[in-house]
């Protein structure tokens, strides 16, 4: 059943329907509210959507890097099963 959850990023706050635990929501907020804070300190811009926009791409950067670590992470574990089976095979075979 969704209820609102009250957060407040950049200084805006915000009723957010959601089924997600409280504390959840309000952690996804407070990430999202550090990274417009971070773009705001690199950027002179005081337009708040290209504020935003930066923070936006700096989330999707590190989304992309950690989607690309847990695809290495993956294929290296299924080396090592498939090298772990080889080396189960052949010792079953002796």
């Known amino acids: 059943m969704k209820r609102s959850v009250s957060v407040q990023i950049a200084g805006v706050r915000y009723a957010l329907k959601?089924?997600?635990?409280?504390?959840?929501?309000?952690?996804?907020a407070?990430?999202?509210d550090a990274k417009i804070r971070e773009a705001q300190k690199h950027t002179r811009s005081p337009d708040t959507q290209a504020v935003a926009v930066l923070?936006?791409?700096?989330?999707a950067e590190?989304?992309?890097?950690e989607r690309r670590q847990a695809g290495e992470l993956r294929r290296k574990i299924r080396e090592k099963s498939q090298s772990l089976l080889d080396s189960?095979?052949?010792?079953?075979?002796?």
Do not use: C
């Open 62 to 65: 590190q989304l992309f890097e």
């Open 18 to 28: 959601t089924d997600e635990d409280d504390r959840f929501v309000k952690a996804v």
């Open 30 to 32: 407070a990430f999202v």
């Open 55 to 59: 923070a936006a791409l700096q989330i």
């Open 88 to 94: 189960i095979n052949r010792e079953a075979r002796l």
